[in-house]
């Protein structure tokens, strides 16, 4: 991966094992995500599921959608994407959580 | 960039493409097309909900029964909000004149996706179209409120499917434009024009495109689960099922507040711009002024739940949220100072245009203002669902964003048609327009202090002398608005036929093109050198006043 050139998309061409890998990564983390919805973690219940997600969803931004080869700027723009979402949620679950104590 | 064949050296208006007639608009890729397409179409909602509105002040000019029964003053009330807000305000600046004129400021020949641009369009019509059938449909019109409040709308027999579909699909049309223009912004800038050599208003919408591409996914998803709970009752929102009515509040305005300010921003464009050339001066503070849109952008996105500080919040989220309102007030101030610092010791001219940005400034600031008095917690506890909140809002939005758009159409229309409108009569328009909207929402604040609810159909006698002013000021509002638009349209068949480039002596790039554009805009690609409001070769500094005195 070292290799690729981060300003054009010409070699990005990782060979099927590499996605496999991710594939069977996503599969576990689902799986994961089953096994854990039946344990209670109280106010942490939330934060497991959605880390779980989210790392899915980066594994699934990185390599399946090839931000890990695109221009930085498009990266930068997930990333905003990402921050916007997350202080949204911490705003709405700190409400939840205040009212709940 | 500019062809050199002939054929495209036309004026947009004249250019015979594949299609003809009708066809050659509804199907044009041109983005000049696709704004005057919108501007058609949002003329049209604008005079329904117009309507709406008139009718619902007809009613409450005398307490009981006047014109209607409760059931159809609900509706009145919920389609003005639907109409007025999804299909009038928030694609107003943006896709009217965001779309003929951001290319043009940029220096582009058009926007970065053309297609998707029309298909924007299309799903806007669509999305309009339902929201005026489930007026007709077997089942009555909706009467939930713009907001859709659960339980309320999950209960309520009427047509709330249709219009929760509409404002699902043209929340599609709104995320499609801020993507466009994001893109275009990052990808076809003319050669020299970096960042900060961007007008003012192309800040602004750059700003409001990303919250219509960030915040409107939500708005989107909510209200289909909002159809789900209605069809399938699963239990999210309705309280009897198990489901929270509060999320759905915060699901709802953590779009709806940013949507505000998908609305102001580009309005606050439109006067960055109308200022420094009606005074002639440079922008006082360009870079202030560009990152406060940012910065209204960022934390307006943050500041949703101050609506909800009587539904049941937790003491720690109120505070949070008061004081993030408060924050959101200083981008906002700081956009007001430095217009009024331009304009301070400049060659003011009071054309129309600048008449209307000077009203949004005045209205906005009353609005502004009325808004960090309900950012309070305890003053909030008082006034909220009173008409206090109606007078504020449509101080914000109609003074602000309505102002907006009517200063951006005096001040772009004869570049838009080549034509040019007769100024006495325009001036005539804003005046009577300023002294109805003052009658009109003034009282609402008097009387929403005292204690009127919001959306009653029916009230005590002691407010009817402020309903009645109100229903005074709301016949003269509409008159000034015929004055205006008939002046306008007017304008198009018999108005001087305006030929030159720059009539108004603006800086940007938009008065170096033809009047009206030619199809791709420019007749060679525009090179830009210098920043967009460079009018210092019009002042005289003061060390050079002092030196011709000596």
């Known amino acids: 991966m070292s290799e690729h050139n981060t300003n054009d998309h010409k070699n990005h061409d990782h060979g099927y094992g590499h996605y496999i890998l991710i594939w069977f990564a996503l599969l576990i983390l689902t799986g994961l995500t089953v096994a854990v919805a039946g344990i209670d973690f109280g106010n942490l219940t939330i934060i497991t599921a959605l880390a779980i997600a989210s790392l899915k969803s980066f594994l699934v931004l990185k390599v399946f959608m090839h931000l890990e080869v695109e221009k930085r700027v498009f990266t930068v723009f997930v990333y905003t994407s990402l921050f916007f979402l997350t202080v949204s949620l911490i705003l709405l679950f700190s409400d939840y959580s205040f009212l709940q104590g | ?550």
Request: proline letters at 5%; hydrophobic letters at 50%.
């Open chain 2, 1 to 550: 960039m500019s062809s050199s064949t002939n054929d495209v050296n036309v004026s947009y208006l004249d250019y015979k493409g594949k299609h003809s007639g009708l066809l050659g608009w509804i199907l044009s890729v041109d983005h000049k097309r696709i704004g005057i397409l919108y501007l058609i179409s949002m003329m049209v909602f604008f005079t329904v909900g117009v309507t709406f509105g008139f009718l619902m002040r007809l009613e409450l000019i005398a307490p009981g029964r006047t014109i209607v029964d409760p059931q159809t003053y609900n509706s009145f009330f919920t389609l003005h909000g639907i109409i007025m807000i999804f299909l009038f305000i928030i694609p107003g600046l943006p896709a009217v004149f965001g779309n003929f004129f951001l290319p043009i400021m940029i220096g582009a020949a058009d926007v970065a996706f053309p297609r998707l641009n029309l298909l924007s369009w299309w799903l806007f019509i669509i999305g309009g179209l339902l929201a005026i059938i489930s007026v007709f449909l077997p089942g009555g019109a909706p009467d939930t409120g713009w907001t859709f409040y659960i339980p309320y709308s999950v209960r309520t027999t009427t047509n709330v499917i249709p219009a929760l579909i509409a404002a699902f699909i043209l929340g599609f049309s709104s995320i499609l434009t801020g993507l466009n223009f994001v893109v275009t912004v990052h990808r076809l800038r003319a050669p020299g024009m970096t960042f900060f050599k961007m007008p003012l208003f192309i800040w602004s919408l750059y700003s409001t495109a990303w919250i219509q591409v960030l915040a409107t996914p939500i708005i989107g998803i909510t209200l289909l689960l909002v159809v789900a709970e209605r069809t399938l009752s699963v239990g999210i929102f309705d309280p009897a099922l198990g489901g929270d009515p509060v999320l759905f509040q915060h699901l709802f305005w953590i779009y709806s507040h940013p949507a505000v300010y998908i609305m102001i921003l580009p309005a606050m464009g439109v006067v960055s711009e109308i200022i420094p050339v009606f005074s002639q001066r440079t922008i006082f503070g360009y870079k202030f002024i560009a990152f406060s849109s940012l910065a209204i952008a960022f934390l307006g996105s943050l500041v949703w739940a101050h609506h909800m500080f009587t539904a049941g919040m937790s003491g720690v989220a109120m505070i949070v949220f008061s004081v993030l309102t408060f924050l959101v007030s200083i981008p906002s101030a700081i956009k007001v100072f430095n217009w009024v610092s331009t304009l301070y010791k400049g060659s003011i001219l009071t054309d129309p245009p600048l008449l209307f940005a000077l009203g949004f400034i005045f209205l906005f600031s009353i609005g502004g203002f009325t808004g960090l008095i309900q950012g309070a917690l305890s003053v909030n506890l008082h006034i909220h669902d009173t008409s206090f909140i109606v007078a504020h809002f449509h101080y914000v939005m109609f003074g602000g964003t309505g102002f907006g758009i009517f200063a951006a159409m005096h001040y772009w229309w004869p570049k838009m048609f080549g034509r040019m409108y007769n100024k006495v009569v325009a001036k005539t328009g804003f005046w009577v327009l300023f002294v109805g909207f003052n009658l009109l929402y003034f009282p609402m604040f008097v009387m929403g202090w005292l204690g009127m609810p919001r959306r009653y159909y029916d009230y005590l006698p002691e407010f009817q002398i402020y309903h009645m002013l109100s229903t005074v000021g709301s016949w003269i509002l509409i008159t000034g608005l015929l004055i205006m638009f008939i002046n306008l349209f007017n304008a198009l068949k018999n108005g001087k036929k305006v030929t030159e480039e720059n009539i108004w002596n603006g800086e940007t790039l938009e008065w170096s093109t033809p009047t009206p554009p030619f199809l791709f805009n420019f007749k060679e690609a525009p090179t830009v050198e210098s920043g967009p409001y460079e009018y210092k070769r019009n002042e005289v500094s003061e060390t050079e006043v002092k030196e011709e005195k000596v």
